[in-house]
């Protein structure tokens, strides 16, 4: 076979060579890239662990503006940081942001996470925004997951007197002193508030 004068011996085999090595660095490039992208959502997720440590310490510290920063942060870097919500949402409420926190609570439940502590802040936000049906409906809710669990029963009864249901109400707050045995403003609300509906 007649070759061109310049070509080098054995350039065909040459050729699929080069060809072969150019698809391997292609498929290196991709696993590379593959693990890159494997390597950073692990990066965020630590990060948004952090994140949450930092926001969840500043909520026990009384810092709610700087647990609120820390939190926001933990959710966009891994919205599935569930743990992130409950506390932010714990925090809007303690800020008095209730459609803020009635919102991350829902988020916790829509993705089909049920405890007591998350229809319970669900339900103390919707008592403070009025909404006292909801809030009946949460701390229910809530009972029916743990029918020892006495802040429910607290704030059932006042989500009751609320709505006009005294007997409701009344009902619940001897169930909530009969169970609460802290003596805080809670118990010290309640008993007055018993008492009261008691015409005592």
């Known amino acids: 076979m007649n070759m061109p004068p310049n070509a080098p011996p054995n350039s065909a085999p040459l050729k699929v060579v080069l060809r072969l ?41 009384g810092d709610y503006a700087q647990a609120i920063e820390a939190l926001d942060q933990a959710v966009a870097l891994n919205p599935a940081n569930a743990p992130a919500y409950l506390i932010r949402g714990d925090t809007h409420l303690q800020l008095g942001e209730f459609r803020a926190a009635a919102a991350d609570y829902t988020t916790l439940i829509d993705a089909g996470l049920v ?7 669900r339900g103390q936000a919707r008592l403070e925004l009025g909404e006292s049906a909801a809030a009946v409906a949460d701390f229910t809710e809530a009972l029916a997951l743990n029918p020892y669990f ?27 002193l009969e169970l609460y045995f802290v003596n805080d403003e809670r118990r010290a609300d309640a008993r007055v508030r018993l008492n009261l509906l008691e015409g005592r």
Do not use: C, K
């Open 150 to 176: 006495a802040p429910a029963y607290y704030g059932r009864a006042l989500a009751y007197e609320q709505a006009g249901d005294a007997e409701s109400a009344r009902g619940d707050y001897a169930a909530f």
């Open 115 to 121: 405890h007591e502590d998350i229809y319970t802040g």
């Open 21 to 61: 090595a150019a698809a391997a660095v292609g498929l290196l490039g991709v696993s590379i890239l593959g693990l890159m992208g494997y390597y950073q959502l692990n990066a965020d997720a630590i990060d948004s662990e952090l994140y949450l440590s930092r926001g969840t310490w500043n909520f026990h510290r």
